[in-house]
């Protein structure tokens, strides 16, 4: 069954009254901005959908909590954000090294899959030498679109840091991909 467009506000009464496709709409509306933002903090695609999941989770129990004059987003975003520090706090008592993805040869040519595997390689290279809120705030304001107020409440920092961070982060990944991308063109 396909939801029609329902307002932010009109899935969560929705939901709050039982209705499990309106949270599955909820979930297809923000799962990737709710992945991109566990996947900053920690930094592994599998550790990152456990994330997600538990936020999601964390958000169907407190639906009645959420006030519906507010944005539904950064409110995910906030409950996604606490989820992935969690499980990164309860990860960190034991490591282990993901197996390698295997995918199917793609249709690309091989220099440019080779150039764009290099890129994204250096990328996340770049990314992860980034304090955690640095990541936040460039992945919250360039991939995300909020608006360095949205960030900073919720981050729970001024927006004036918000602005540095984001002015560090950027420079930071200028410097480290610079390199890369003069040999491009």
């Known amino acids: 069954m396909r939801i029609p467009s329902w307002s932010d506000a009109e899935l ?4 709050r009254a039982g209705d499990s496709a309106a949270f599955g709409e909820v979930v297809a509306r923000y799962g990737p901005t709710v992945r991109r933002v566990t996947r900053a903090i920690l930094r592994q695609a599998d550790d990152a959908d456990d994330a997600a999941q538990d936020a999601f989770l964390s958000a169907w129990r407190a639906l009645g909590r959420f006030d519906p004059a507010r ?17 990164e706090r309860r990860r960190r008592l034991r490591s282990a090294r993901p197996l390698a ?3 199917p040869a ?20 770049a990314l992860a030498r980034l304090p955690e809120r640095q990541r ?5 304001f360039d991939a995300e679109g909020y608006a360095h107020g ?11 840091t918000v602005r540095s961070d984001l002015f560090h982060a950027r420079r930071a990944l200028r410097e480290a991909l610079g390199p890369f991308l003069e040999g491009e063109e």
């Open 71 to 87: 944005p539904l987003g950064p409110w995910l975003v906030r409950i996604a954000i606490n989820a992935a520090r969690d499980l």
């Open 106 to 125: 793609p249709d690309a040519p091989p220099d440019r899959l080779a150039n764009r595997g290099l890129l994204r390689e250096r990328l996340e290279l």
């Open 101 to 103: 993805d295997q995918e």
């Open 136 to 140: 936040l705030v460039v992945l919250l």
């Open 12 to 15: 969560v009464a929705r939901a």
């Open 150 to 160: 949205e960030i900073a409440e919720l981050l729970g920092v001024p927006a004036g």
